[in-house]
């Protein structure tokens, strides 16, 4: 098979050398800057451990009509390059590609069939809804990533934990393709589930990530750190608690409660999440698909969400102080 990753940075170079160091797939990269030069130098890098894992490289480009055609593209960019992205990578995309989007948060996809969330894309991850315009629903197989990894230098990535990738059809159980895809996914290392609602497992990882994410932004903690303060502890929950009432309103209710999710976090230990990874790198934080979607449909649905709407406007407003988050239009 021919893939593609488009953005290289930890969690496409993490798949991009799984796939290609196991030989089932060509693989090449849609990126720019260093981490294209980095590429067509070294190809494929994945630290485990001490261990580094190097992979060959098919091709890398930053004109996806170079890459051409691809059987496979994995979207692994931030929320906040995706609308640009996706108007570029055209080329890349026949009639039977599959788009795997590999990224933090509510996806664009997310709302298409809940009819309590109406016809109109969210705002808050798809304005006016060109991104679903650039990338056609019946492309697109939804993917929620269980893994820790980081970007050492422009393409090297280093894993941390977790190989977990679950994969499956945004508005049905398992298919042919999904289990096609599952297969090379599994040879390729990664511990694969087939979702029969893989809008679920978005949310339910969204659920954990929409309070640690954040607040670890602004107050530079690890996530032990925000877990062992009462009060901080007791806000997360409270936000917690608003989006399993949203989960109730658009089938995706979560049986567990907050406490039970938060123990699982602390068994991660002293881990900066990515949003704290993106502060300290000086980079764009994803707070819209995170935070700001979240805000969005509680709205659309009647759910009252104070506390998240707590955590997005100070967040957002020191994303906006610090340079990371667009300033208001």
């Known amino acids: 098979m021919k893939a593609c990753i488009v953005g290289a ?3 496409g170079g993490f798949i991009g050398t799984g796939l290609a160091a196991s030989g089932l797939a060509e693989v090449s990269a849609f990126a720019r800057g260093a981490t294209l030069q980095a590429l067509k130098e070294h190809g494929w890098r994945l630290r485990r451990g001490e261990m580094l894992v190097q992979a060959p490289l098919a091709a890398a480009s930053a004109s996806a009509h170079e890459l051409g055609v691809q059987g496979l593209v994995v979207v692994a960019v931030k929320g906040p390059a995706l609308a640009a992205v996706a108007a570029s990578i055209g080329p890349l995309i026949g009639p039977e ?8 948060g509510v996806p664009w996809w997310f709302s298409h069939g809940i009819a309590a969330l109406g016809d109109a894309p969210l705002d808050s991850v798809d304005p006016d809804g060109r991104i679903a315009a650039a990338i056609p629903l019946r492309h697109v197989v939804g993917c929620v990533v269980h893994a820790s990894t980081a970007v050492v230098e422009p393409g090297l990535v280093q894993h941390k934990m977790g190989q977990g990738l679950i994969i499956g059809e945004p508005a049905a159980g398992p298919s042919a393709r999904v289990r096609d895809l ?19 497992d978005a949310w339910y990882k969204l659920w954990g990530n929409m309070t640690m994410n954040p607040v670890s932004a602004l107050t530079g903690a690890t996530a ?3 877990l062992d303060d ?4 007791a ?14 309103r658009i089938g995706c209710r979560v049986e567990q409660t907050a406490e039970d999710r938060q123990a699982v976090t602390r068994k991660l230990g002293a881990f900066k999440t990515s949003m704290l990874q993106d502060v300290e790198a000086g980079r764009p934080i994803e707070l819209d698909s995170i935070v700001g979607a979240v805000h969005e449909i ?8 104070p506390n998240i709407d707590a955590i997005l406007g100070l967040t957002r407003l020191f994303g906006r102080v610090h340079g990371l988050y667009p300033q208001a239009s």
């Open 97 to 104: 590609t599959i788009v795997l989007p590999a990224m933090n």
């Open 9 to 11: 940075g930890a969690i």
């Open 298 to 305: 509680g709205r659309r649905v009647g759910v009252p969400t």
């Open 182 to 200: 599952g297969g090379l996914l599994e040879a390729a290392g990664f511990e694969v589930t087939l979702s029969d609602d893989i809008r679920y």
């Open 224 to 226: 032990d750190r925000l």
């Open 230 to 233: 009462p009060l901080v502890l």
């Open 235 to 248: 806000f997360c929950s409270a936000a917690m608690r608003e989006a399993s009432a949203i989960g109730e």
